[in-house]
């Protein structure tokens, strides 16, 4: 199912609009058997052994709930390296035709890389019939591949949100920004307070970053036209992101220190850094990054472009895939739909995973608490579950890693010339690089 030009993609295509259209599931039932799978089934009395390729934190916990519920159906971990690395080994076995496992962790935007090179199985016929509903239409559309196939089950999310330092914002009489205008009158007034101080940072280094923020202006950069892809990285919605941050750098009222550095680790530390665009995973982060500064922050939804807004992108997120190669299918697809949508399987998730659940119904329970980070904060996981809901649908395609790569070198030259217009033509440089990749890969783009 490569998705280039040749009478095969063509058909593909025809059958299925890539991640143009939201779609639910097939036969069966939450929790109960299942049919359709083109793969081998449990026979009667007989046993299953499932393998499981992941990178997340607590997943031998939660195989080790199944496995005891689930004596004919045995699922056995293989912890693996997350991000590009785990997506190679996968396409390694799958082109040699053997080593593949039943299951696969997959990151969003590596889905569609993979369904290009027949990796991942359709397992639309397998699931519950309201799974559908367990999850935000934006996180949904991540794993459907058309008007009636499935690619995986959503497993946790990365909905974006606004983390600041409330004594910062107190001492200096800041006002939490709920436009993104506000969020560049807010930097100006505490950088003009204290020049030692920023708002944010724009970081070169963090593309899903900055793809989340042009999720959340109404970008998708990716679509399925007929049997050709179409790139549309360079569209007005992210032109705005770009020139937005690129005012902001070269008026200098915010940084432009990579995340995740020594430097920026101590600025979270010190307070220099007040404020920091992010994910729902961020308190992690910072508990791990600035213990000191425990109970000084706070979460708040992302500021919105037009104001009564309420729209957010996502930066992370992963679901569960059943790969082409498995021969139990149906008992793949059972065991990853009782992991996500199941209130067992989300508990165990948010509590010993530390992951936030993309099932919507179950986080309520899950995430009754705030993070320990945040105790003063007791409505955060409400506050987020509101925000999860706004997440806006974006479309990715199969050379995610060459449209990234660009960023990470084309950002980076915006940023140490500290130029708008730098930043606005970053945008076409990731276009052209995207699409000549594309097309040399043997894919059909239009133009």
Same mark, same amino acid.
């Not at 409505?379 to 050379?399: C, E, L, M, Q, R």
């Given at each position: 199912?490569?998705?280039?030009?040749?009478?095969?993609?063509?058909?593909?295509?025809?059958? #299925? +609009?890539?991640?143009? &259209? !939201?779609? /639910?599931? %097939? *036969?069966? #039932? +939450?929790?109960?058997? &299942? !049919?359709? /799978?083109? %793969? *081998?089934?449990? +026979?009667?009395?007989?046993?299953?052994?499932?393998?499981?390729?992941?990178? +997340?934190?607590?997943?031998?916990?939660?195989?080790?709930?199944?496995?005891?519920?689930?004596?004919?159906?045995?699922?056995?971990?293989?912890?693996?390296?997350?991000?590009?690395?785990?997506?190679?080994?996968?396409?390694?076995?799958?082109?040699?035709?053997?080593?593949?496992?039943?299951?696969?962790?997959?990151?969003?935007?590596?889905?569609?890389?993979?369904?290009?090179?027949?990796?991942?199985?359709?397992?639309?016929?397998?699931?519950?019939?309201?799974?559908?509903?367990?999850?935000?239409?934006?996180?949904?559309?991540?794993?459907?591949?058309?008007?009636?196939?499935?690619?995986?089950?959503?497993?946790?999310?990365?909905?974006?949100?606004?983390?600041?330092?409330?004594?910062?914002?107190?001492?200096?009489?800041?006002?939490?920004?709920?436009?993104?205008?506000?969020?560049?009158?807010?930097?100006?007034?505490?950088?003009?307070?204290?020049?030692?101080?920023?708002?944010?940072?724009?970081?070169?280094?963090?593309?899903?970053?900055?793809?989340?923020?042009?999720?959340?202006?109404?970008?998708?950069?990716?679509?399925?036209?007929?049997?050709?892809?179409?790139?549309?990285?360079?569209?007005?919605?992210?032109?705005?992101?770009?020139?937005?941050?690129?005012?902001?750098?070269?008026?200098?009222?915010?940084?432009?220190?990579?995340?995740?550095?020594?430097?920026?680790?101590?600025?979270?530390?010190?307070?220099?850094?007040?404020?920091?665009?992010?994910?729902?995973?961020?308190?992690?982060?910072?508990?791990?990054?600035?213990?000191?500064?425990?109970?000084?922050?706070?979460?708040?939804?992302?500021?919105?472009?037009?104001?009564?807004?309420?729209?957010?992108?996502?930066?992370?997120?992963?679901?569960?895939?059943?790969?082409?190669?498995?021969?139990?299918?149906?008992?793949?697809?059972?065991?990853?739909?009782?992991?996500?949508?199941?209130?067992?399987?989300?508990?165990?998730?948010?509590?010993?995973?530390?992951?936030?659940?993309?099932?919507?119904?179950?986080?309520?329970?899950?995430?009754?608490?705030?993070?320990?980070?945040?105790?003063?904060?007791?409505?955060?996981?409400?506050?987020?579950?509101?925000?999860?809901?706004?997440?806006?649908?974006?479309?990715?395609?199969?050379?995610?890693?060459?449209?990234?790569?660009?960023?990470?070198?084309?950002?980076?030259?915006?940023?140490?010339?500290?130029?708008?217009?730098?930043?606005?033509?970053?945008?076409?440089?990731?276009?052209?690089?995207?699409?000549?990749?594309?097309?040399?890969?043997?894919?059909?783009?239009?133009?």
């Amino acid at each position: 199912m490569r998705l280039h030009s040749g009478i095969r993609i063509g058909a593909v295509l025809a059958a #299925s +609009a890539l991640l143009v &259209t !939201a779609c /639910s599931g %097939g *036969g069966g #039932s +939450a929790g109960g058997s &299942t !049919a359709g /799978s083109t %793969g *081998g089934s449990t +026979a009667a009395g007989g046993k299953v052994d499932l393998t499981f390729w992941t990178w +997340a934190p607590g997943m031998d916990a939660i195989v080790a709930k199944w496995n005891a519920e689930n004596p004919n159906i045995q699922v056995t971990v293989n912890k693996q390296d997350g991000g590009d690395p785990a997506v190679t080994k996968l396409l390694t076995a799958i082109k040699a035709g053997s080593g593949a496992p039943d299951v696969m962790q997959t990151e969003y935007q590596k889905i569609p890389t993979l369904v290009s090179s027949d990796a991942l199985a359709d397992i639309s016929g397998d699931l519950p019939k309201d799974l559908k509903s367990h999850y935000s239409d934006g996180t949904w559309q991540a794993v459907t591949l058309g008007g009636d196939q499935v690619y995986g089950v959503p497993q946790d999310s990365g909905p974006m949100e606004f983390y600041y330092r409330t004594d910062i914002f107190q001492q200096y009489g800041l006002t939490v920004p709920k436009t993104w205008d506000e969020y560049a009158q807010v930097a100006a007034k505490l950088h003009a307070a204290d020049p030692t101080k920023y708002l944010g940072t724009f970081s070169a280094t963090d593309a899903g970053w900055f793809t989340g923020l042009a999720q959340q202006a109404g970008a998708s950069w990716w679509g399925v036209d007929g049997t050709a892809w179409s790139v549309n990285i360079d569209s007005a919605a992210t032109q705005k992101v770009a020139k937005y941050w690129g005012d902001l750098v070269e008026q200098g009222v915010i940084d432009n220190k990579p995340m995740y550095t020594p430097e920026w680790n101590a600025a979270l530390n010190d307070g220099t850094q007040a404020g920091w665009v992010s994910a729902i995973w961020a308190p992690g982060v910072l508990q791990g990054n600035a213990a000191d500064t425990k109970g000084k922050w706070a979460m708040a939804p992302l500021p919105q472009w037009n104001a009564g807004d309420n729209a957010t992108g996502n930066w992370g997120g992963s679901a569960s895939s059943v790969t082409s190669q498995s021969k139990h299918k149906a008992e793949a697809a059972k065991f990853i739909a009782w992991m996500n949508s199941s209130q067992e399987g989300v508990d165990i998730l948010a509590k010993q995973g530390g992951l936030y659940p993309a099932d919507l119904p179950g986080q309520s329970e899950a995430l009754s608490a705030p993070p320990a980070f945040f105790p003063q904060q007791t409505d955060f996981y409400k506050t987020a579950a509101d925000i999860a809901k706004s997440v806006k649908p974006f479309t990715y395609g199969p050379n995610v890693n060459v449209a990234f790569s660009s960023y990470n070198d084309a950002f980076g030259k915006a940023t140490q010339a500290k130029s708008s217009a730098a930043f606005v033509a970053a945008v076409k440089t990731m276009q052209d690089a995207t699409v000549a990749d594309l097309k040399n890969g043997g894919f059909t783009v239009k133009q």
